[in-house]
């Protein structure tokens, strides 16, 4: 999950309901903290925004047109055309839209030439084979193993960023809310606000309809689904797959490669295939709980308070109480209470950001009154943790929650350990959200946590939460 940092969304902060947002189809993003959420561009012609779906889809395919020209006639990498292919592909993340895996901040980074380059070389060899509709650029993460959908995202919104600044202009314009050009020669005027470090930054509002969930991992399972459901790609990825029994993302992606650019009839077909089924975050679902988070921020928080104080000068065995509190307040809405709700979608578990991000929400009404730091995955050297919760520099206290149907022994037997190490503290929590396929890991890991204390070593906590479908509160006994 992207780091969230005493996050401040657009609404509250210039005094609107996030509802009126909504009703223009707008994401009401978060100011300081990037989202999981990407512009995909093959649903652009989708939107029903008439300036997305008109003057941002020409946007597009012009800009792309005009590259596309270039690698055409460009006879060797590096010579003129090719040169100036490469300014036309900006891979640079924009931080203006909040979009992306970046953390607290939104400060935009960039990619390596490399990556770059590998882009120009894939869509040079699609052009080669006959295909010329400048959307093949939308596909490239298919196909090279370090473009990932956020790259995808950040080069659309590079080249849509004209029609977003006029949609954000006409809304902020509307409801009153001040806005000014920068220097430069902006055309529109827009929204600033200073960060968290007193720099001003820039706002562009995003439609609800363009955005889809941001893989992890490049996971592309559902799109390659879609380019599956036509025979003719399936056969032909199956042929390339076949003989290997547990085929990796990189071989998946080896054989859409294949499959898709073996003519340029296929590659249309499979270019067509994604854009039919290509569809956008749905907000009802909210397999990411990132709209929950944002009713659960604008809402009254009081009902997630307690009135216990605790005294940090006794040590750290303070904190490490009040986090036990903040997961047990966590673990009673939603055993007791209908917060489990929230983490099922038709059925199935949603991904286990969305009980990181609600866990989140109450355990920062713990740490406003009481003074606590609390980081979201917070990066220590070692990797990501979950969450780590600090009264100055020697008290920390990590908190690792994983879904039931994880790697649980993992992360508890190496990865919270690991974590640790690096940031020089033997505190730390397990919490386990069960959805009911626990199996023997709890076992596992409570051998595990045992054998340790038994050794007079520190063993971290365990907590399981019950997060299994339940009746609702009318009907249980």
């Not at 003129?80 to 953390?103: C, I, M, S």
């Not at 022994?409 to 020089?424: N, S, V």
Request: charged share 30%; glycine share 8%; hydrophobic share 40%.
């Amino acid at each position: 999950m992207s780091k969230v940092k005493d996050p401040i969304l657009f609404s509250a902060h210039f005094g609107l309901s996030s509802e009126m947002l909504a009703k223009v189809g707008l994401i009401d993003p978060f100011l300081d903290v990037d989202t999981q959420l990407f512009i995909d561009p093959v649903l652009l012609e989708k939107s029903g925004n008439p300036i997305i779906k008109t003057e941002a889809q020409q946007a597009f395919r012009d800009h792309f047109n005009n590259f596309v020209r270039l690698l055409v006639i460009s006879k060797a990498e590096g010579d003129a055309a090719w040169r100036a292919a490469q300014r036309l592909l900006d891979l640079r993340e924009p931080p203006e839209n909040g979009l992306g895996y970046g953390g607290s901040g939104r400060s935009g980074s960039s990619r390596p030439d490399e990556v770059r380059d590998a882009i120009m070389r894939t869509a040079k060899e699609i052009i080669e084979l006959g295909s010329n509709d400048p959307e093949m650029i939308s596909l490239m993460g298919f196909f090279e193993e370090r473009v990932g959908p956020d790259t995808i995202s950040d080069f659309t919104t590079r080249v849509i960023a004209g029609q977003l600044a006029k949609i954000t202009e006409a809304f902020c314009t509307q409801h009153g809310i001040p806005t000014k050009k920068q220097d430069g020669g902006q055309e529109h005027a827009l929204p600033h606000f200073l960060n968290s470090n007193g720099v001003e930054k820039t706002i562009v509002l995003v439609p609800r309809d363009i955005v889809r969930e941001l893989p992890v991992a490049n996971d592309w399972s559902d799109i390659e689904a879609a380019a599956s459901a036509n025979k003719r790609i399936r056969d032909r990825v199956n042929a390339f797959l076949g003989g290997i029994i547990k085929p990796t993302v990189s071989d998946r992606k080896a054989a859409l490669r294949s499959a898709a650019m073996e003519s340029a009839e296929m590659f249309d077909l499979f270019l067509q295939s994604v854009k039919d089924f290509a569809g956008h975050y749905d907000f009802n679902k909210d397999t990411l709980g990132y709209y929950r988070l944002k009713a659960l921020l604008s809402s009254d928080k009081s009902g997630f308070r307690t009135e216990k104080k605790y005294d940090f000068s006794s040590g750290i065995e303070s904190i490490v109480a009040m986090v036990h509190d903040t997961i047990s307040m966590f673990k009673h809405h939603v055993e007791k209470g209908n917060l489990w709700e929230e983490l099922w979608v038709d059925g199935v578990p949603k991904r286990e950001r969305a009980a990181q991000l609600i866990y989140y929400a109450m355990a920062d009404c713990f740490c406003i009154a009481n003074d606590i730091d609390i980081s979201p995955e917070a990066n220590m050297g070692g990797g990501p943790i979950d969450f780590k919760f600090s009264k100055g520099y020697q008290a920390r206290v990590l908190v690792e929650m994983k879904r039931s149907q994880g790697a649980v022994r993992h992360g508890y037997e190496k990865q919270l350990e690991f974590y640790k190490e690096a940031a020089r503290t033997f505190h730390g929590i397990f919490v386990i959200v069960d959805f009911g396929d626990l199996g023997d890991k709890l076992a596992l890991i409570r051998a595990i946590r045992a054998e340790r204390l038994e050794a007079g070593e520190h063993a971290s906590d365990i907590v399981v939460i019950d997060a299994r479908r339940k009746l609702s509160a009318s009907k249980r006994q």
